[in-house]
């Protein structure tokens, strides 16, 4: 494929980002069904919610949870491949680089930890977990695309492979120093 030149049917990265942060935003209302007080939601032991009677619990929370993960993940894979593909030039990827640079991105990832430890201290840490996920889960989809626009380096006086240097070999080893001082 010619670089630069874009396949049929192919979508800006912004547009493969916004999907992804979507996904990751769907995905997370499974995890506030079971924070928020809803009386057909809610299961008290872990050992009830394979029963026959939450078996509609179990859908409402699984069908979001799985059908954010399967946009999130698809638009991540085919951002990923059209970045290593070079399908886009800089003008296309740059508006998706400054966006994902911007320090907000940096807080926003920070948040969970934050409030799973602040839940932790004030009330028992198990029951924070569904909070923890519904915040970390969107995090983590940031932290991704953040990495896969981030431009890669080029060589430029940095040491770029190492299994490119030949083995050291030293006609010396096992005696000691010369410029050692002894006593």
């Known amino acids: 494929m010619i670089s630069g030149m874009k396949m049929p049917g192919s979508t800006s990265p912004m547009r493969l980002a ?3 942060l979507i996904g990751g935003a769907v995905t997370v ?3 506030l069904l079971l924070i928020l007080p809803i009386p057909l939601l809610r ?3 872990c050992v009830e919610l394979f029963s026959s009677k939450n078996l509609l619990r179990l859908t409402v929370v699984l069908i979001p949870l799985l059908s954010g993960l399967a946009v999130s993940l698809m638009a991540e894979r085919q951002l990923r491949r059209g970045i290593d593909n070079e399908e886009w030039q800089e003008r296309e990827l740059g508006p998706l ?4 640079a911007h320090p907000v991105w940096t807080v926003i990832s920070v948040i969970p930890l934050v409030a799973l430890l602040g839940y932790g201290v004030t009330s028992n840490l198990s029951h924070g977990l569904s909070l923890f996920w519904s ?3 969107p ?4 932290s991704r695309l953040r990495m896969m626009v981030k431009p890669k380096r080029v060589a430029g006086g940095a040491l770029q492979d190492w299994r490119s240097f030949k083995p050291i070999q030293s006609e010396h080893w096992g005696e000691p120093r010369q410029d050692s001082i002894s006593s």
């Open 18 to 20: 916004s999907r992804a």
């Open 29 to 31: 209302i499974s995890f």
């Open 43 to 45: 299961v008290d032991h």
């Open 97 to 100: 680089r400054k966006v994902l």
């Open 135 to 137: 915040l970390m889960i």
């Open 139 to 142: 995090a983590q989809t940031i």
